[in-house]
Every structure is written in C-alpha cells, then in structure tokens.
C-alpha cells in the first residue's frame, strides 16, 4: 500500500522501512520519534488496541502522520459479517507458516510416492500401504493437504519390503485392503485405458488373490492398523486416517 500511493509521487524519492514484531509500548516512542527525525509517515497494521491508541497519541505529540491501514477494513468485515475481529497479532504470520506447511506435504507426497525413494519413508508423517489400485496416491495427496507428509508403498510379493520400512515405528504405517472383486474390477479398466485388451497377469484373480494374500501377512508382521477401501471414497478413506493419526497425536505416541 506504501509502495503504490509513493508510487503517484515519483516513488523513487521515497524510502520506505518495515519494522514488524511491534508488540510492546515502549517500542513506539522509540519508532515515532525516528519517524519524527526523518519527517516520515507511519503507516501501521498494528491491531492491539492499546498499541494502537498510543502509538496515535505519540504521533500527534511529535506532529507525525500517522496512516491505520488495516483498521478500516477490519471495521467493513464486522459491519457487513456482524462478528468482531479477533484482534491478535502475527495471525498472518501463521497463515503463511500454514501455507508453507501444506506445500512441504504436497511436495513430499510427490517425491515419495509409490516408493521411488525408500529413504522418504524415514521421514514420513504417516505411511501408507497396500497393494497397487488401493489409493493409496490420491489418499496421501488428500492428507498433505492436511499438512501431513505422506509416503506410500505397493506391496508386491517378488519385491522384498525395503529397510526403512522396517525401521520406522509401527504406528506411523497403515495399511489398505480391498476385497479381490473390486480390485478386479479396477485393474480391469486400469488396462482398457491403458489401451490394453488383451489378458494380463496383473489383472487376473489368481494374481490378486496372491498380492492381496501376500499384502495381509505383511500387514499382520508389521502390526499396523488396516483400513478396508472397498467401495470407499478417498476422502472417507483419509477421515478415517486422520482419526487414526489424530488419536495418536493426542495420545503422545
């Protein structure tokens, strides 16, 4: 807002000075008064009431403009929404930190996803597996919207489960299922719009019958809660998730 309205006067002639984290009163006359010296402007987003009046009162002491520039608009979202603001300090700051979170786990899920690097799963949140066709992708990118970095790994009965994740602890994995029929159902269109027609072992029952088996012993070996996905949407599959994972947040462990 400083840049543009200085930008109406040759804003190059303009030095502009951002001095953030004001929180205590004796800081004020502190900034006043060098604002004074330069025969500058405040313009101020502070929305502590009592910093606020007394930085308006020093301003008028030391004959320095002093511009509100949040307080306007906080005043039109009461009026029009009819609630009080909140009037806490740094919230942007937390949204921000929020925002930086989310992406962190949308990155995560994406480098670590299907296990191409095993290493990630040392550093996982929460990981998840299962057999391939168990949504097991989507549902983690579902979860690092909820800030929470999530790896995932297809079981496969010729691939040996890797290292890492053996070494994590047990409550950090979960582990999904779905009954044979469905995931026939699934691998079958997986190949028609892969553009295959003919037969395949991946989509065969026996085979699936074999992974889902395999899958099921390693689940037990590992201790790890199981979630059947069968005709479940993912996102009724991550709020069961995030049940799990907020009891345990909760619970310390």
Not at 19 to 30: D, G, R
Not at 108 to 132: M, T, W
């Amino acid at each position: 807002m400083a840049r543009a309205a200085a930008s109406q006067f040759d804003g190059s002639d303009f030095d502009i000075r951002r001095i953030p984290y004001v929180t205590e009163l004796e800081h004020l006359e502190e900034i006043v008064n060098a604002a004074a010296q330069e025969k500058g402007i405040i313009a101020f987003t502070l929305v502590l009431p009592e910093l606020k009046r007394r930085l308006l009162e020093l301003a008028g002491e030391y004959k320095v403009p002093a511009v509100d520039l949040l307080g306007p608009m906080l005043e039109a979202i009461a009026t029009v929404t009819g609630k009080s603001p909140r009037l806490e300090p740094g919230l942007i700051r937390r949204l921000d930190e929020d925002y930086f979170r989310k992406m962190e786990a949308i990155e995560f899920a994406v480098k670590y996803d299907n296990g191409k690097d095993p290493r990630g799963l040392l550093y996982a949140d929460l990981i998840l597996i299962g057999v391939s066709r168990t949504s097991k992708t989507p549902v983690c990118m579902y979860l690092a919207h909820k800030r929470i970095r999530a790896a995932n790994l297809a079981l496969v009965p010729e691939v040996p489960l890797p290292e890492e994740l053996l070494a994590v602890p047990r409550e950090r994995i979960i582990g999904l299922t779905i009954s044979a029929d469905k995931l026939y159902q699934i691998r079958q269109e997986r190949l028609k719009t892969m553009g295959f027609s003919g037969p395949a072992d991946y989509a065969t029952l026996t085979r699936i019958k074999q992974e889902l088996a395999y899958a099921e012993e390693v689940m037990h070996r590992l201790g790890c809660p199981v979630i059947d996905v069968t005709n479940k949407a993912v996102e009724d599959t991550a709020i069961k998730i995030l049940q799990i994972y907020n009891r345990r947040e909760k619970d310390g462990r």
